[in-house]
């Protein structure tokens, strides 16, 4: 299974960027999709998922209103669509793919199975 993370790139305060996971090996059916995201010398931080079933979309707080996370099965893609971005949304980006992830674990890094390489964003001020 490769998870394949793109469209990262250095964009100024207020714009907008979309992220795409391409998943090969694996379909998305039954599985739980994230974003996690990284910023120097910062543990992994929970961004957004979709649960394994039903659709229902979970954010953090500081995203919440302008980033959506969505999934397009028959292409095996997971998106992050990043609205009015924030300097403090610069990272590297990592998306992940779960089978087993339970709605209370959406948030939890080592529940997922497999990882991307990441993806990096920088938003200049």
């Known amino acids: 299974v490769q998870l394949q993370a793109s469209g990262g790139g250095l964009v100024q305060g207020g714009d907008s960027l979309r992220l795409s996971c391409v998943v090969s090996g694996r379909t998305l059916s039954g599985h739980a999709v994230a974003w996690f995201r990284q910023s120097p010398g910062k543990e992994r931080e929970f961004v957004a998922a979709?649960?394994?079933?039903?659709?229902?979309?979970y954010y953090t707080d500081s995203v919440k209103g302008r980033f959506t996370i969505s999934r397009d099965s028959a292409k095996r893609t997971v998106y992050l669509q990043m609205n009015r971005l924030q300097p403090e949304d610069t990272a590297v980006y990592y998306c992940?793919?779960?089978?087993?992830?339970?709605?209370?674990?959406?948030?939890?890094?080592?529940?997922?199975?497999?990882w991307g390489q990441g993806t990096e964003v920088t938003v200049s001020s």
């Open positions: 992940a793919v779960g089978a087993r992830v339970i709605t209370s674990s959406l948030g939890v890094a080592t529940a997922y199975d497999y």
């Open positions: 979709i649960a394994r079933t039903g659709g229902a979309t």
